[in-house]
């Protein structure tokens, strides 16, 4: 593991610095990344990492910045020690997407990617995490095998670049 792991984990409040992911539903840790690469004469300390999901981490690469498809002009990506995220991104709790609502937000989820919103019709919620969440509850009449009238709520949670499950049975 990273010996920075622990202070920037900490800091970042365990979530990744791109996209907020919570590392809690993941079931290995965060990466520690250089915002500025060291190919980019970024340095080896805390200033310069930042915690990053997998999805993130290899999206970035060793890239600084990106084109704008919308202008063709090379903007900076979203810059976890400069820039505050709410101010960068917002989250649309309808479709569960981030949307980039500055220059370098938007080329950083341009980047980064985009992924597509919930298709199972289900209301969303903002969860717990922070994260857009669909929840579909069904209650299954004894046909589980957990007994009669179990009900069974499944959560889809998810970030700009991740989609995962928690279950609850009651």
């Known amino acids: 593991m990273n010996r920075y ?10 979530r990744c610095e791109y996209c907020q992911a919570p590392e ?4 290995f840790p965060f990466e520690v ?3 500025i690469p060291l190919s980019g004469q970024g340095e080896n300390d805390e200033a310069n990492l930042a915690l ?22 090379e903007v900076s990506f979203f810059h976890p020690r ?7 991104f917002q989250v649309d709790t309808q479709s569960g997407k981030i949307i980039g609502i500055t220059s370098s937000g938007k080329v950083t989820i341009e980047i980064f990617g ?12 903002m969860d717990s995490f922070g994260f857009v969440s669909v929840v579909v509850q ?12 179990t009900t069974f709520t499944r959560r889809e949670h998810r970030s700009r670049r991740s989609l995962w499950c928690s279950y609850n049975i009651y």
């Not at 993130?56 to 202008?71: V, W, Y």
């Open 5 to 14: 792991y622990t202070a920037i984990a900490g800091r970042a409040n365990h």
């Open 24 to 27: 809690l539903i993941f079931n």
């Open 33 to 35: 990344e250089h915002i």
């Open 52 to 73: 990053a999901c997998r999805s993130c981490n290899l999206r970035k690469g060793t890239r600084i910045s990106g084109i704008m498809l919308a202008s063709n002009t």
């Open 82 to 88: 400069q820039d505050k995220w709410s101010e960068n």
């Open 114 to 125: 985009d992924e597509q919103c919930f298709s199972s019709g289900s209301p969303t919620i």
């Open 138 to 149: 069904q209650t299954l009449n004894g046909k589980s095998g957990l007994g009669e009238n």
